[in-house]
């Protein structure tokens, strides 16, 4: 019985190497959105804590305190809207990684596609040609008993 070769296999397996690449650097993108995700919300968690302390502490603390409490608070603001920048510029990255990601996995399906219309193909003109040996055999087998 013949082995079934698929001529185009060394571009399938580039197909996936791609769309592996691709994987990885999608979920590089996500861990960075996710990861800034989780700071805006530790950093405006922070912010309206402190927030709450500083009117607090305005009724019975000390200037001093009070201009220490307000530098923290603006730095607090200075970082969420850093961080609200830097997420709202990470979107289409993330965007772009997955539209990538989804091409890269539409070529490699089309290929896997391909690969296996022709090995259905070739499992058929298999069958066809032991089914013609075997008739062969049978009429000689017949004709030799006559």
Do not use: C
Not at 10 to 17: I, Q
Not at 18 to 42: I, M, V
Not at 67 to 88: I, M, P
Request: charged share 40%; no cysteine.
């Amino acid at each position: 019985m013949a082995r079934f070769v698929f001529p185009l296999q060394p571009v399938l397996d580039a197909r996936r190497r791609k769309e592996e690449e691709k994987l990885r650097a999608f979920a590089r993108a996500k861990a960075a959105r996710d990861e800034n995700a989780r700071d805006l919300g530790r950093l405006d968690g922070a912010l309206r804590i402190g927030g709450r302390a500083l009117h607090e502490f305005a009724m019975t603390g000390s200037t001093a305190s009070l201009r220490l409490y307000d530098a923290h608070l603006g730095y607090l603001e200075r970082t969420l809207q850093s961080r609200e920048k830097s997420s709202a510029e990470s979107a289409p990255v993330l965007d772009r990684a997955a539209s990538e990601l989804y091409a890269a996995n539409r070529e490699r399906r089309l290929l896997e596609k391909l690969k296996e219309r022709r090995l259905q193909e070739f499992e058929r003109e298999e069958a066809r040609r032991d089914e013609r040996e075997l008739d062969e055999a049978n009429a000689r087998s017949t004709m030799g008993r006559l």
